[in-house]
């Protein structure tokens, strides 16, 4: 009996053809390994090809033969494709109204009949029949990849031209095709895809194209492979100087942009020297950016801005920051490309919510989506990104239902939708909020895919992952584990302080209080007490207000800790006059308990008593310690290894109908991450489906 999912598989494969699927009810007689079966299913297999070709192909007249020959190699057909392939009579129009109208196989695209294309195991039957090994691009084969890439040249879909380049062997038609669609490929953050192209080329074809060798330092850059980086800029600068020799006479399709490439070299290496933490080489290349660069290049100019902004953002100036970034970005807008002038949106987000103005924060990006809005029909990508970072604001100013809204939608745009690093980012804003809840093992899994999504770039890596995983374990009461990653990034209090490196203390000092509270080591708390004043004054001269906030908020929680709360309310209640305009939440409330203790002692002396109250409100929503209110009551497990909360929660949406994906897009986790609690829930109760995980569960009363 095939599974549900095995069924859904085949039906996909067959696209619902009766035949087909009694034909794969055969070949699955007396069978163990359906999956594989399935997964391999193909118009090759011996019963649909002695099928399709003696019910079918044989049946045709000639003609049409030779014409599902000549497009058995195009994915998509409309009359004017196949009519440049062939370039013989009959019309194509007239064969393709002849295999629609005999049901031959042939799948519309449109409501027009404009496009078709050949049911997959059809498709399948065609190419193993006529196999196009493009071997030669005199023979045949690749002859109709050549005039399937012009025509698709033509009519403005590169992508395709450049693929069939490559079927037909045709290298140097598809050097000139990737040559061409870079800056459309860059300004749309898609130089992944690009570089998975470039890197097809041989490297006679490349070696004599600067324009390509540029092109491909930048995107290695942005890939996070530095060191190949360079040595493409390096090429592409030996193919600039003149030479005698005309084996090695420079190839460039326009001619225009061999002037603006001193400066994107100058550029590649600002992000190269900053992305090494190089200030001195930044500083000296980005000059060179300026010098070299014609007035007009505004990309070129507006990459070097944004670069040094990045500069004066690790630095910890982050007024200087705001301003080159804002620069940088009206440089972009003056080229054109909506997604640049949007891709500095996080960036000039995040220097505000590090001075602490989350208002002015969410106006960047309010900004920003309205910018995007108004471009119709346009697939602008960054957009993904703009209600993350609108997600997380209200997230932190405890607005849950507008957060959940903003993060659904993020989730639901995807990658399609966002800059290349959106992905790590997001791992790490939910892993936070995973580890509040309690789901420490979520927030560990996440950090751990975060971890393999980072790639070094040039900005500023401000939560470094380690600390982000350190805080996790101090929360989880896991202080060995702490303990090595404060050895593992020499951690004494008395380091000298930077910005860049204020997040690792920060979670240093949560380890020393954790340390004295769980063990009364008294050179711990006495380390934690020396080092906030330090930090304090730093965030001061800096004028960074939100890390002043967090700050204060730490050394009202080390007062605490030793039972000082007299002490504790000066701080608390700075940071209280402080963060009230901004409407912080999760500042105070992501505490837990110490804080929800200090805050009712603040609430007693009738300070603040409207925003302290909200605050102590958002402590009973989530039924934290503290008030002794919570909404969600304790299920009783008649089990040796219970459920953990998150592990119900899986289970009762499991219940509910909800499929992998669904379950994960509304507790904003990974589907990875749901098949390990799956799996953990089968465990614990013995099962092996999701109907006898939900039946068992109804059995135990573990559904409410």
């Known amino acids: 009996?095939?599974?549900?999912?095995?069924?859904?598989?085949?039906?996909?494969?067959?696209?619902?053809?009766?035949?087909?699927?009694?034909?794969?009810?055969?070949?699955?007689?007396?069978?163990?390994?359906?999956?594989?079966?399935?997964?391999?299913?193909?118009?090759?297999?011996?019963?649909?090809?002695?099928?399709?070709?003696?019910?079918?192909?044989?049946?045709?007249?000639?003609?049409?033969?030779?014409?599902?020959?000549?497009?058995?190699?195009?994915?998509?057909?409309?009359?004017?494709?196949?009519?440049?392939?062939?370039?013989?009579?009959?019309?194509?129009?007239?064969?393709?109204?002849?295999?629609?109208?005999?049901?031959?196989?042939?799948?519309?695209?449109?409501?027009?009949?404009?496009?078709?294309?050949?049911?997959?195991?059809?498709?399948?039957?065609?190419?193993?029949?006529?196999?196009?090994?493009?071997?030669?691009?005199?023979?045949?084969?690749?002859?109709?990849?050549?005039?399937?890439?012009?025509?698709?040249?033509?009519?403005?879909?590169?992508?395709?031209?450049?693929?069939?380049?490559?079927?037909?062997?045709?290298?140097?038609?598809?050097?000139?095709?990737?040559?061409?669609?870079?800056?459309?490929?860059?300004?749309?953050?898609?130089?992944?895809?690009?570089?998975?192209?470039?890197?097809?080329?041989?490297?006679?074809?490349?070696?004599?194209?600067?324009?390509?060798?540029?092109?491909r330092g930048w995107a290695l850059l942005s890939s996070g492979d530095l060191e190949n980086a360079e040595a493409h800029l390096q090429d592409a600068e030996r193919c600039l100087v003149a030479t005698s020799d005309v084996s090695q006479e420079m190839i460039v399709v326009d001619e225009t942009r061999v002037r603006y490439l001193p400066g994107s070299i100058a550029s590649a290496r600002t992000y190269h020297a900053l992305a090494l933490?190089?200030?001195?080489?930044?500083?000296?290349?980005?000059?060179?950016?300026?010098?070299?660069?014609?007035?007009?290049?505004?990309?070129?100019?507006?990459?070097?801005?944004?670069?040094?902004?990045?500069?004066?953002?690790?630095?910890?100036?982050?007024?200087?920051?705001?301003?080159?970034?804002?620069?940088?970005?009206?440089?972009?807008?003056?080229?054109?490309?909506?997604?640049?002038?949007i891709s500095g949106?996080?960036?000039?987000?995040?220097?505000?919510?590090?001075?602490?103005?989350?208002?002015?924060?969410?106006?960047?990006?309010?900004?920003?989506?309205?910018?995007?809005?108004?471009?119709?029909?346009?697939?602008?990508?960054?957009?993904?990104?703009?209600?993350?970072?609108?997600?997380?604001?209200?997230?932190?100013?405890?607005?849950?239902?507008?957060?959940?809204?903003?993060?659904?939608?993020?989730?639901?745009?995807?990658?399609?939708?966002?800059?290349?690093?959106?992905?790590?980012?997001?791992?790490?804003?939910?892993?936070?909020?995973e580890a509040v809840q309690g789901n420490f093992e979520d927030a560990h899994n996440l950090l751990d895919e975060a971890e393999q999504l980072y790639f070094r770039g040039p900005v500023p890596d401000i939560r470094p992952i380690a600390a982000l995983k350190a805080q996790v374990w101090i929360q989880q009461g896991k202080l060995t584990e702490a303990w090595k990653w404060a050895r593992d990034r020499s951690l004494p209090a008395a380091e000298e302080l930077s910005y860049l490196r204020e997040f690792e203390h920060l979670t240093f000092v949560r380890l020393l209080i954790a340390e004295f509270k769980t063990n009364q080591t008294e050179h711990a708390i006495s380390e934690a007490m020396e080092l906030l004043p330090r930090l304090l004054k730093a965030a001061e001269d800096g004028q960074r207000l939100g890390s002043l906030l967090k700050i204060l908020v730490m050394q009202a929680l080390a007062y605490e800790a030793q039972g000082d709360i007299a002490s504790a309310r000066e701080p608390l209640e700075r940071a209280l006059s402080l963060a009230k305009p901004e409407g912080y939440v999760r500042l105070f409330v992501d505490e837990g308990l110490p804080m929800a203790q200090l805050l009712s002692a603040v609430a007693a002396k009738k300070i603040m008593p409207n925003y302290v109250g909200k605050l102590l409100a958002a402590f009973d929503v989530e039924g934290l310690a503290g008030t002794g209110k919570s909404d969600s009551p304790v299920v009783r497990q008649p089990l040796v290894d219970p459920l953990s909360k998150r592990e119900l929660e899986i289970l009762g949406h499991v219940a509910a109908g909800f499929k992998n994906k669904e379950i994960a897009a509304k507790l904003f986790v990974s589907v990875n991450t749901i098949h390990y609690h799956t799996k953990n829930i089968y465990s614990k109760l013995g099962v092996n489906s999701r109907t006898k995980a939900v039946a068992k569960a109804k059995e135990l009363n573990l559904l409410g």
């Open 277 to 341: 933490g190089d200030n001195v080489q930044t500083m000296k290349y980005a000059q060179q950016v300026l010098n070299l660069s014609p007035e007009d290049d505004f990309i070129t100019r507006g990459q070097a801005g944004s670069l040094l902004a990045l500069m004066y953002w690790a630095e910890g100036e982050l007024e200087a920051a705001y301003s080159s970034l804002t620069e940088a970005m009206n440089d972009f807008k003056m080229a054109g490309p909506i997604a640049f002038a």
């Open 1 to 215: 009996t095939l599974a549900p999912n095995q069924i859904v598989a085949l039906e996909k494969r067959t696209e619902g053809w009766i035949a087909g699927l009694q034909m794969a009810a055969l070949s699955m007689e007396n069978r163990d390994d359906l999956d594989a079966f399935i997964d391999s299913f193909k118009g090759s297999h011996r019963f649909i090809m002695d099928y399709l070709l003696e019910e079918v192909l044989n049946q045709q007249p000639a003609e049409v033969q030779d014409f599902l020959m000549e497009t058995a190699v195009l994915d998509r057909l409309c009359a004017d494709l196949c009519d440049a392939v062939r370039q013989s009579p009959p019309p194509s129009q007239q064969i393709l109204e002849q295999l629609e109208t005999h049901n031959l196989f042939l799948i519309p695209l449109d409501n027009e009949r404009r496009w078709y294309r050949y049911h997959h195991l059809f498709a399948d039957l065609l190419q193993q029949r006529f196999p196009l090994t493009s071997s030669s691009s005199a023979g045949k084969e690749g002859v109709v990849h050549i005039r399937a890439s012009q025509w698709y040249e033509t009519n403005g879909l590169e992508n395709k031209a450049i693929h069939h380049a490559f079927a037909a062997n045709d290298f140097e038609r598809a050097a000139r095709l990737i040559e061409q669609i870079w800056p459309k490929m860059d300004m749309s953050f898609q130089t992944d895809v690009w570089l998975e192209w470039a890197n097809r080329l041989p490297a006679e074809v490349t070696r004599n194209r600067p324009v390509v060798l540029v092109s």
């Open 345 to 433: 949106t996080y960036g000039l987000a995040d220097i505000r919510v590090a001075q602490g103005h989350l208002l002015e924060a969410k106006q960047i990006y309010e900004r920003s989506l309205q910018l995007v809005m108004e471009q119709e029909g346009e697939i602008i990508r960054g957009i993904t990104d703009i209600y993350l970072g609108l997600g997380m604001l209200h997230h932190e100013q405890g607005d849950v239902e507008k957060a959940k809204q903003y993060l659904a939608k993020s989730e639901e745009l995807g990658d399609q939708m966002a800059l290349p690093d959106w992905p790590h980012r997001k791992r790490r804003v939910l892993a936070q909020m």
